[in-house]
Structures are given as C-alpha cells and as structure tokens.
C-alpha cells in the first residue's frame, strides 16, 4: 500500500527527496481535487529518477503537460540545455507549472532578475517561494529573503517547501540562532531518512561547530545514499575544517562527479570550509 494518500503526503515526500514512496503512489486513490498536483509531482520524481513517462494523461491542464514536456527534455539533456526551460517564461505564465519550470531555467541560465519577476506572478505557491529564496540567497539579498520568509510566515501552515526556504535563508543569515533555527527544521525532516535532510542537518550541525555530530550524521547518509558526490562534498567540508588530508575523498568524488565546481574553490587558496558549506548549502538540500 502507497503511503501517499493525499497532496500533503506528495508534498513532504517530494521536496525531501522521498523518490521511492512518490514513485509507489497510485493517483487513481488519491482525491479528486489532489489528482492532478499529486499526478504533477510523481511525474516530476519519475523524469528526474531517469524514467521518461510517454505521455502526462494524468494532468488535465495542457499547458501543465507542455511543462512536463519541456522538464523531460531538459533531463535528458543531461540538464544541459537550461534555454528548453526557459523557453516556457514566453507561454501561459499564468500557470504554477510553466511559473516554476521558466523560472528555474532563467535561473539556471544565471537570468536571476528575469527568474524573479516571472516569479513574483505566483498566487501563494510554496514552491515559488523557494526558489525565490534560492535566488535571493544567490544574489547575497539576505535581508529580502528574511523578509521573503516572515511575509509568508503566517500563511505557511509549515508547508514542506516554505520550512526548507527558511532553513537556506536561515543558514546564510549571520548568527548562530538563525543555523540552529535551519538546524531544527533539518532534524526533524532528516527523520524521513532522506539523503538530501540528512545532508542539510550535517550541513547546519558544521555550521554550529559541532563536527564530531556532523560526521555521525554523514554516516547515515552514506547508508541511505551510498557515494553521492553531495555527501562527499560534506565530507570534504568536515575533513577542511579538522585539517585532515582530504586528497581520497576528494578523489572518490572526482570518480563520481569530476566536474563538482568545489574543485575551483579548493584550487583557490584552499577555500576555507564554512564557505564552501555557505556556497553548496541550498544546492544540496533543496
């Protein structure tokens, strides 16, 4: 039996990275009125697990299935060709779908003002909301995304998607009671034994110093995601930051991932570790 019985469920399985259980959930059980956002997120999962749906019957909405089109090619690019994604900012931008994916591919394509305003067209959509937050975070606009994070506050209803945006803000906001703000929120997702929670608790616990519960977090990473090259990335974080010799880790991700842009910044006066956490953070976790 699915354990996805409703847009809730969808929801906190997909934006923490619950591939498995999205994958398993049978849209012909879920509500009417959740059919199609929870047939949008499985659809989404499944192109991004490397499967390639033949056609999106499950969504009603055209421009949604024009959407998922442009994501499945963007995909099998090898997330190559950002302008596929892009090229939706000029459609039905009055559409969540086509909003997230236009956006997303600006932002790829470091268009990050052109993201924003297709954005700011969202009519309460948590997702957007992240992103947004990515985005402003990338911009190094911390205040606008503190004040991006208390404006939806209220109205948040601790929607999956708002609580990550909080924690990314959170984590490049100076103080160490905005990381253990990201921390809590991380620790309490991470119990869904995901990598990607895994990842942003380990990510906030270096952050606050506490190294040795880092590398045990790493641990259980390793054991829900074996060699992930985000996973590895940390690891190199924690070895910087005890002033171990990193050259086999970095060498297993090399065999991973050998294009991983850590390389360039270690290769830059060996990077120090809190900014590499600051700069992969929310690439990592959301």
């Known amino acids: 039996m699915s354990t996805i019985e409703n847009i809730l469920d969808a929801r906190l399985a997909f934006f923490t990275g619950d591939t498995k259980s999205l994958l398993a959930a049978n849209t012909a ?25 033949a056609n999106f019957d499950d969504v009603s909405s055209p421009a949604t299935k024009e959407a998922l089109t442009a994501y499945r090619k963007f995909v099998t ?8 994604l892009a090229g939706l900012a000029s459609s039905n931008t009055d559409n969540e779908a086509v909003q997230l994916f236009g956006a997303t ?8 003002d052109e993201a924003l305003s297709l954005l ?33 506050a209220r109205t948040s209803d601790d929607d999956v998607a708002y609580l990550l945006a909080s924690a990314i803000v959170a984590m490049r906001a100076n103080g160490d009671d905005n990381v253990r703000s990201a921390y809590y ?28 519960e880092a590398k045990e977090t790493l641990t ?6 074996p060699q992930d090259p985000n996973a590895l990335v940390a690891k190199i974080v924690v070895g910087l930051s005890d002033g171990d010799d990193v050259t086999e880790l970095k060498d297993e991700l090399k065999k991973v991932d050998a294009k991983h842009p850590i390389f360039e910044d ?3 006066k060996n990077a120090l570790f809190d900014k590499v956490v600051l700069k992969y953070a929310d690439k990592i976790v959301a």
Do not use: C, W
């Open 105 to 112: 591919g600006l932002y790829l394509e470091g268009k990050l």
């Open 220 to 225: 259980k990473v390793d054991e829900v995601v």
């Open 266 to 268: 270690l290769a830059e």
């Open 77 to 84: 690019s090898g997330h190559k060709d950002a302008a596929i």
């Open 29 to 53: 059980e879920i509500k009417d009125e959740h059919k199609d956002a929870v047939a949008f997120l499985k659809y989404r999962a499944e192109i991004a697990g490397g499967l390639t749906p």
């Open 185 to 212: 929120i991380f620790e309490d997702l991470s119990q869904h034994k995901t990598g990607n929670m895994l990842l942003g608790q380990a990510l906030t616990e270096i952050q606050l110093g506490r190294i040795d």
């Open 120 to 152: 700011e067209k969202h009519e309460g959509s948590f997702e957007a909301v992240l992103l947004i937050a990515r985005i402003l975070v990338d911009q190094n606009k911390i205040d606008a995304a503190q004040k991006l994070i208390h404006d939806y």
